[in-house]
């Protein structure tokens, strides 16, 4: 089993939907990351969270750390928002550094 | 534009062969990560250097190495490439490494470096 498990792993939409992408985790961390990875590959940074609940414009992201479960909504999509969307955990490493673990992606597809 | 950048862009080469890839951290961002992202493995971390310093170790064969120069630019190298070493490798910086129970850094990923390996 993932450490990091994402569900849907693909979703379409039409334009103006409300979007939900959830993040499941099993590992102790100290603080989960949103990114989204656009077609061409680029990878942006969205949302580093450790706890409660954070917006960003359309998009807002939560976290339940007694659940070990985090999501990430998207209001009124857009075509542009067209992208993999990935969740990310930080645990810790000895000597105390992080490491980031990934989810394997949630393909978003908005259709006008 | 994340201000973090990597060379080349692409890179086609042939298994055996030898490779370096480079990056840039962003303007006083000490720490640099390397990620590889293949088709079947999705994002994992290889390696994180902070100023100069190896810090901690992921996923990272051994015909792999890496290095973290004065400049804070930092250089992956990968050796006796084989056909599954073919992927996406990114670059991110952040300003210090995360301890903890302190505070978080965000990463600032670069553009990726698309490696093929024929």
């Known amino acids: 089993k993932n450490e990091v498990e994402q569900s849907p792993q693909n979703l379409t939409a039409q334009e103006g939907e409300f979007i939900t992408i959830n993040c499941s985790y099993s590992?102790?961390?100290?603080?989960l990351h949103w990114l989204q990875q656009h077609p061409g590959g680029g990878i942006v940074s969205l949302f580093m969270l450790s706890s409660g609940k954070k917006k960003h414009g359309r998009l807002i992201a939560t976290i339940n750390i007694q659940e070990k479960h985090s999501s990430l909504h998207i209001t009124a999509s857009h075509p542009r928002d067209s992208a993999v969307y990935i969740c990310?955990?930080?645990?810790?490493?000895?000597?105390?550094?992080?490491?980031?673990?990934f989810g394997a992606g949630t393909r978003l597809a908005v259709h006008p | 534009d994340s201000g973090v950048t990597q060379t080349p862009k692409h890179l086609i080469t042939a298994t055996g062969q030898r490779v370096t890839l480079r990056c840039s951290p962003r303007s006083g961002d000490l720490s640099v990560y390397w990620y590889q992202q293949s088709l079947d493995q999705g994002l994992q971390f290889l390696i994180q250097y902070y100023n100069g310093e190896e810090r901690a170790k992921g996923n990272i064969l051994e015909r792999f190495s890496a290095q973290q120069f004065p400049d804070l630019h930092s250089e992956l190298n990968l050796s006796s490439l084989e056909l599954g070493d073919s992927a996406l490798y990114f670059c991110?910086?952040?300003?210090?490494?995360?301890?903890?129970?302190?505070?978080?850094?965000?990463?600032?990923f670069g553009p990726g470096t698309r490696l093929t390996v024929l």
């Open positions: 990310a955990v930080e645990t810790l490493l000895s000597g105390g550094y992080n490491k980031l673990i």
């Open positions: 991110a910086s952040s300003v210090a490494p995360v301890t903890s129970g302190t505070w978080y850094n965000e990463q600032f």
């Open positions: 590992v102790g961390i100290s603080a």
